[in-house]
């Protein structure tokens, strides 16, 4: 998938800023982050623990608006959207994978999956989504009834099928072993080659920077330097 | 100084501020009305103890047709007697200006050779009439008050026919009309009737009783008995003409005071109970929950060395806050309600003054039952949390494990959604959350069922008792019984359409062990006035021989139609009969017995005797009959039924607006405490999920649908409980507060319903709303964050 786009950039990011003030101290959490992110990649976040890495994540899945800055999607303007417009861009273009899965308990896996199929405009059935991460065999189990790496990949097949655009993952291996990390990675691979959809994953182990087209560093709130991989190394084999 | 731990609890308490408020709100409906009530019985047994005793309030009451005043040392003599008073009691009529319909009353005798021994006046202005000064009274307050009469006014009176110009001296209470109404009647017509005190020796002139008395009431000695001082009475007085004797249980306004008594404990034990119950549950639910999220913290403060104790001192206090804002709340309403509540009283009971006074103990009761409740109500979930080794407490909770719902395993899956489903695993997995709430909201359903149910009887008795029951304009009775001519007179008064006579005995109609004091009344066959009724409302005729009696007499003598009671008449010759009871009445106000009047006058072995008569009136000409009726001799009484009607709607419509005033905020507080207090539980277990919804891209809308589902569906649940709920608690009420003079039927309307389901929905509703803006400021960045 590296290479040429020839659609132009999904996400088109200039000078973007993020401030929190809390209390009499202002933390700038993005400081003036220039990017461009492009159909089909998959591109790996790295930073240590507050780079701003989650909060460029979260400008992205419109969950926030940056303090200064423009941040468009497919040339539409995230940075001044209200809350109906950014509820409506989460629903119909992004995909979330959280680090602690956060699957509704009470929900088998398929019905985890429908939850967000009935609200979409396209999505394909939760049972092809739940085959697309290998859990065809675990459709009637509710969370508590299936391991760590499961109930994650779980949450993949909830991100995408609705078939997003874009497929944001926040440590989606933080709270897994090697192995099972693992195959959760295969899934998003799996799902970044077979649909096409724009992958971010961020985390704080190099390891996985590997598997990406492009692995953006971050430090500070800046983006202290951009790794293009010539070649994506497969999930199946990083190690560590 | 407050302790770390102690300004822990002040901020833990700040953050969920709504829900400690909700809770106590509901706790404090229990603890008002336990409050207020025990307040008033207070009030009113200390009030009435003070009275009687000060106002040396008698123990026996007989009336008599003539006795001489020489009998009055035989009966003082008596074993056991106290005191004696012989008094002469009469009734009066009066035309009084400004009124079409007349007034009526009772006239009582003051001594004059001796002082008042019993029932002694309160005199709340003027004097006494001077000794041997004639055509002074003293009026009673009630009256006065409702007329307007001062000291120095004269008024007319109709006293045995003869009219006399009285002027009204002094204004006073007496001990033995606090409950101020005609003999019979469920409440008190201040304008229709009134008390009247006079000189014994112009009395018993004006009455044709000289030197004789026609009432006595007498003192029992401490410790005595009083039967055998009654039947020792009933013996001396027989050759006078005496009635049986009847002691304070049977007198008619002590009577009303113990039945408000006993309606108050019933009240300040019930509702209480049904409330608390509540609140304890919303506390155990709360305070788990909070002990749920602080599983952490507790772990860490038994790491610091904490001991267990100490901790779960720290939980329960959080029950002492609940308990305290119950309390206060509670305190200071049932104060509120309290004092309202006395201030209606004083429409129906007469007290030189009824003050609202605390009941101390009751509160000191409250705040033990209440903090007993609540400390139940923790135990559990504080036990849970010092049980845990702090290793194991500072790990999270093991997620929740869910199965699918019972109906989803009988198949019916497909017709759910996600939500749905949702919602029904969640109430599975906690039944009995699911149950008490939904308890409470059945609760919040039955309550404002009571005061419809109990407006709806009011109508119902009135339509009844006064439309179709009593269908006279007029019931006019006779100072004592006389012949046909007596009759004859009532018939031909103006405007008269229908007259129908009547003859009414006293007797007590015994049956085995059980007997009861009331007028037999005789109605000539085929009564188009006063009619019995049975059930469906349909007249029942008037058997040639034997009895028809109310269904609430036949219970309380333990008869049942066919069954023979021996009725013994206390008038004339006194004769005992064995009388078959032929059919049951069905009505709702005093207790009534009839029987043919033929029948009832060869039982007394008389001629054509009449009491008084029932009259329908042209209403064109009833000035004209109001008139005229005055002039009558020897009238006693003219009840017009229209004014009763009037007057006994009139006197409910407040009491009943207060009640669904009551009834109505309290369901709304139950309604809404329980719903909010559900709804923020649900919202801080499922916060995460909800969190998680949003930022998937469901809308505010599409979230709080999740949440409401759960709710409403228990909601939905609740109705029909609490509709059945509210039937049963407002039969529960009128059966306690069925009593000889008023029994009201339970009428259960869709209205009252509908109101009810109103009342909560909206509350309910509300309620939701407000909750459902929390899910607006859900912290969606927090979801992607550790596990909290």
Known sequence: MSGAFPNGPLFVGRGLTKVYVSGEVEVRALDGVDLELYPGELIVLLGASGSGKSTLLNNLGGLDVPTSGTLTYRGRDLTHADEEDLTAFRRDAVGFVFQFYNLIPSLTARENVALITEIARDPMAPEEALELVGLGDRMDHFPSQMSGGQQQRVAIARAIAKRPEVLLCDEPTGALDVKTGIAVLEAIEKVNRDLGTLTVIITHNAVMAEMADRVIHLSDGKISHIDRNPQRRPARSLQW | MLSALDRKLLRDVGRMKGQMVAVGLVMACGLAMMIMARSLILSLEVTRAEYYERHRFADVFCDLKRAPNALRERLAAIPGVAAVETRVKESVRMDLPGMVEPADGTILSLPEDRPMQLNLLHLRTGRYPEIGKANEIIMSEAFANAHGFRPGDTVEVILRGGKQKLQVVGIALSPEYVFEARPGQALPDNRRFGVFWMNERDLATACDLDGAFNNVVVDVAPGQDPAPVMAEIDRLLEPYGGLIAYDRRDHASAKQLDDEIAILNALSIAFPIVFLSIATFMTSAVLARVIRLQREQIAQLKAFGYSSAQVGWHYLKFSFVIVAI??????????????????????????????????????????????????????????????????????????????????????????????????????????????????????????????????????????????????????????????????????????????????????????????????????????????????????????????????????????????????????????????????????????????????????????????????????????????????????????????????????????????????????????????????????????????????????????????????????????????????????????????????????????????????????????????SRRIRNLDLLEVLKARE
């Open chain 2, 326 to 771: 119950g309390l206060v709340v509670g305190g200071l309403a049932g104060t509120k309600l309290g004092h309202d509540v006395v201030r209606l009283y004083h429409k129906f009971f007469q007290f030189p003054s009824l003050t609202f006074h605390p009941d101390y103990g009751a509160i000191g009761l409250a705040f033990v039952v209440s903090s007993a409740a609540s400390f139940l109500g923790v135990l559990g979930a504080v036990r849970q949390a010092v049980k845990l080794p702090p290793a194991q407490a500072m790990r999270p909770e093991p997620p929740a494990d869910f199965k699918p719902s019972l109906l989803e395993r009988l198949g019916v899956q497909n017709l759910f959604g996600p939500s749905m489903r949702m919602a029904l695993r969640n109430l599975e997995r906690k039944p009995w959350q699911a149950a008490f709430t939904t308890l409470g909201l059945a609760l919040a359903v039955g309550i404002p069922i009571v005061p419809g149910a109990m407006r709806d009887g009011i109508n119902f008795l009135l339509d009844f008792q006064w439309t179709h029951a009593q269908r006279q304009d007029v019931t006019v009775s006779l100072i004592e019984p006389t012949s046909a001519s007596g009759f004859s007179d009532l018939r031909h008064l103006p405007g008269v359409i229908h007259a129908e006579p009547f003859r009414s005995v006293p007797a007590r109609l015994r049956f085995g062990h059980r007997s009861h004091r009331l007028a037999v009344t005789g109605v000539p066959p085929g009564t188009l006035l006063n009619r019995a009724l049975d059930r469906h409302g349909n007249p029942l005729p008037i058997p040639p021989d034997g009895l028809l009696i109310s269904a609430k007499l036949a219970e309380m003598l333990g008869v049942k139609p066919g069954d023979p009671v021996m009725m013994e008449v206390q008038e004339g010759r006194r004769p005992h009969r064995s009388v078959p009871v032929v059919g049951l009445i069905t009505d709702y106000s005093g207790l009534s017995a009839y029987m043919d009047i033929g029948a009832l006058r060869r039982l007394m072995q008389e001629g054509s005797t009449v009491n008084g008569a029932h009259l329908s009136v042209d209403r064109a000409r009833w000035k004209e009959f109001l008139d005229e009726v005055g002039e009558v001799p020897r009238i006693g009484g003219i009840n017009i039924t229209s004014a009763l009607k009037e007057s006994f709607r009139k006197t409910t419509a407040e009491s009943i607006n207060l009640i669904q005033g009551i009834y109505f905020l309290f369901s709304v507080i139950v309604a809404f405490g329980v719903v909010y207090n559900s709804a923020r539980i649900a919202l801080s277990e499922r916060g995460r999920d909800l969190a998680t919804l949003r930022v998937v891209g469901f809308t505010n809308r599409e979230v709080a649908g999740v949440m409401i589902g759960e709710l409403a569906m228990l909601t939905l649940f609740a109705l029909p409980i609490g509709l059945w709920i509210g039937g049963q608690l407002a039969n529960l009420i009128v059966i306690s507060a069925s009593t000889e003079t008023v029994r009201l039927p339970l009428i259960l309307t869709h209205q009252t319903y509908a109101t009810a389901v109103l009342i909560v929905l909206v509350s309910a509703g509300f309620s939701f709303f407000v909750v």
